[in-house]
């Protein structure tokens, strides 16, 4: 069974802080997702990585994939109350029909 | 385009009655997965289909919870009798065939079963 470990569970920082959430598995996926949920709403996509060592950025949002594609992590430089959220990884398997394996989530709280 | 559409938002109801949450994938799209979600377990994968197909439906936690996709434009997901322990908020997403297994997210369906 794929796992995807997610750490730290919960973090709270203050405005400006940077911080770094990690996303770790022992299987190798084909792809992997991060997603932003605001409370009240849906998990919302915030990029995509497939290749080993990818590095994505997205405004102070950077994402990196592992080489063995195996892990991620998200990086946020100058964090903002608006980054508040709950974030979650998926990876995802070489045959694109199956479902997405997600991890349990980091709850991030950004105080101003 | 319009997203996933999820009906009802918030679903109050009483132990033992029958509920219907519905949902609309985004156009073109030829997976559908239901969730549940909870603070506890986090986010679960009840079922899901391809081309209108079920595929898997190992998560579906009890026989009192069905799903079914008549057409490639409409889910629903019952569950009956629903119990206090069914509340959640449950998530619809689809997905199309490519390569990169992105899935899109509705806005859930909160539910109370008091």
């Known amino acids: 069974t794929q796992l995807l470990e997610q750490s730290p569970q919960f973090l709270s920082i203050q405005e400006g802080e940077n911080l770094t959430v990690y996303c770790n598995s022992s299987?190798?996926?084909?792809?992997l997702q991060w997603y932003r949920q605001e409370p009240g709403e849906g998990p919302v996509l915030l990029v995509t990585v497939v290749t080993g060592g990818e590095v994505k950025k997205l405004k102070r949002l950077t994402f990196q994939f592992g080489d063995a594609r195996k892990d991620s992590s998200l990086h946020i430089t100058a964090a903002q109350p608006g980054d508040t959220g709950l974030y979650l990884c998926?990876?995802?398997?070489?045959?694109?029909?199956?479902?997405?394996?997600f991890g349990k989530g980091t709850r991030l709280s950004v105080i101003a | 385009d319009a997203g996933v559409i999820q009906s009802p938002r918030h679903e109050v109801t009483e132990m033992g009655q029958e509920v219907t949450l519905r949902c609309k994938p985004i156009?073109?799209?030829?997976?559908l997965f239901w969730y549940r979600q909870t603070m506890m377990r986090g986010l679960e994968l009840l079922i899901y289909f391809n081309n209108n197909v079920p595929i898997d439906d190992s998560g579906m936690p009890e026989d009192r919870f069905s799903a079914k996709m008549p057409n490639a434009s409409f889910s629903t997901l019952k569950i009956q009798p629903s119990e206090p322990r069914d509340s959640a908020v449950y998530f619809c997403?689809?997905?199309?065939?490519?390569?990169?297994?992105?899935?899109?997210f509705g806005p859930g369906t909160r539910l109370t079963v008091l």
């Open positions: 299987s190798v996926f084909s792809s």
């Open positions: 156009s073109g799209h030829n997976s």
């Open positions: 997403a689809s997905r199309s065939g490519g390569n990169y297994n992105e899935q899109f």
């Open positions: 998926a990876g995802g398997a070489n045959s694109g029909n199956t479902p997405l394996v």
